[in-house]
C-alpha cells in the first residue's frame, strides 16, 4: 500500500478517477459541482458509479446535477444526518483495481489546497477490502437514503442576494420603532403551505401559504 500526505491529493486521486473504464464507486460527505459533472460525464461513457454523499448545503449543486441525470448506471445514496448518520468517511475504488482511502473529499479544497492523507492500495486483496467495506455500508444505510422528492424540497435560501432591505416606520403610528433593518449573518427564507377542511355542511377550504424568515443565529 502506498501513502500521501500532503496538499495536492488530486495528483494522485484525479488521474486513477479519471481513468475508469468499468466502475467508479466514492464516499465524500462533500461533493464539488465540477466532480459532479466530471461524475455524470463517465456514466454517459457506460461507467458504473456509485455513490455515497451527505445531506449538507455545500451538495445542493451536486445533488441536483446528479437527481437530473437518469441513467440505471448511476446510483446515489444521500444520507440525512439527522435522521441517519453523518457520512465522514472518503473511499474511491476505481474499475476495482485500485481503492484509496483517506481524508480527502471530493472537492476542489480537498484535492488541490488542504493538507490531506490518503492510502493507496493496488494489491487485490486490500482493494478487495475496501469494496467489502463500501458494500456493506451500501447495504446498511440503502433503505435509509434521502428520496429525490425530499432532496427536491429541501431549501432554505440566504437572504444576502436581497439586501439591503431596510423598511422605513415613520409614516406607522407606532413610535418607538423607526427603522427595521436585516443584516446578513445569516438568515433564511422557509416556504410554506396550509390546507384544512372546516366545518362539515358543507366543509369550508381554508388555505394559506407564504414564506417565513428565520434567523440562523442564536442568542446567548
Excluded at 473504464?21 to 461524475?39: D, H, M, N, R, T
Excluded at 441517519?84 to 468517511?89: D, Q, R, T
Aim: one cysteine or more.
Amino acid at each position: 500500500m502506498k501513502t500521501y500526505c500532503g496538499s495536492t491529493a488530486g495528483s494522485l486521486l484525479e488521474p486513477m478517477l479519471w481513468d475508469a473504464q468499468e466502475s467508479i464507486w466514492v464516499i465524500s460527505p462533500w461533493i464539488g459541482k465540477y466532480y459532479a459533472e466530471k461524475l455524470v460525464s463517465f456514466v454517459e461513457k457506460g461507467v458504473e458509479v456509485r455513490i455515497i454523499t451527505s445531506n449538507v448545503d455545500y451538495n445542493r449543486e451536486s445533488h441536483a446535477i446528479f437527481k437530473a441525470y437518469d441513467n440505471q448506471r448511476l446510483f446515489l445514496l444521500v444520507l440525512d444526518q439527522n435522521k441517519v448518520a453523518f457520512i465522514h468517511s472518503k473511499i474511491y475504488i476505481v474499475d476495482k483495481k485500485y481503492a484509496i482511502s483517506g481524508s480527502a473529499n471530493l472537492t476542489n479544497s480537498g484535492l488541490n489546497y488542504n493538507v490531506e492523507s490518503l492510502n493507496i492500495a493496488k494489491n487485490l486483496g486490500e482493494v478487495q477490502q475496501l469494496e467489502m467495506d463500501f458494500m456493506r455500508l451500501w447495504m446498511e444505510f440503502e433503505n435509509k437514503q434521502m428520496s429525490n422528492d425530499e432532496l427536491s424540497t429541501v431549501k432554505n435560501y440566504a437572504i444576502k442576494d436581497a439586501l439591503p432591505l431596510t423598511i422605513n416606520y415613520g409614516e406607522i403610528a407606532i413610535h418607538h420603532i423607526k427603522e427595521k433593518k436585516l443584516i446578513y449573518f445569516p438568515y433564511y427564507f422557509f416556504e410554506y403551505s396550509f390546507r384544512a377542511s372546516i366545518g362539515r355542511s358543507p366543509p369550508v377550504l381554508f388555505e394559506n401559504r407564504g414564506v417565513v424568515l428565520i434567523s440562523a443565529k442564536l442568542d446567548r
